[in-house]
Nanobody
């Protein structure tokens, strides 16, 4: 599966953005999808994920209550709705997919086989 992330941009603190991750080549519903982010000089960190079966979700504590992951299988697309953005949310955001990942590994970027190219999110104070 190929992934294309988009929707990033420059937003003021407190604002909102919606990122999209469009899949091609395979049906995205066959995969669990994760969003990760990487700020300059930092490691890639887990943001949120949605499981392929059941649609349950997990969130990093830093984004709980502000970010929402969803998927539209008809559009072969996953979304990350980000609200109440903070300057510390500034990073390149990546979507990733894997068909066999288990719950205990959902936050480990090394467990994902497929990655999008990243989209920059910049939150100004």
């Amino acid at each position: 599966v190929q992934l294309q992330a988009s929707g990033g941009g420059l937003v003021q603190a407190g604002g909102s953005l919606r990122l999209s991750c469009v899949a091609s080549g395979r049906t995205l519903s066959s995969y669990s999808v994760g969003w990760f982010r990487q700020a300059p000089g930092s490691e890639r960190e887990f943001v949120t994920a949605i499981f392929r079966r059941g649609g349950s979700t997990q969130y990093a504590d830093s984004v709980k209550g502000r970010f929402t992951i969803s998927r539209d299988n008809a559009k072969n697309t996953a979304y990350l709705q980000m609200s109440s953005l903070k300057p510390e949310d500034t990073a390149v955001y990546y979507c990733a997919a894997d068909s066999t990942i288990i719950a205990s590994s959902i936050g480990d970027p090394n467990q994902y086989d497929y990655w999008g190219q990243g989209t920059q999110v910049t939150v100004s104070s």
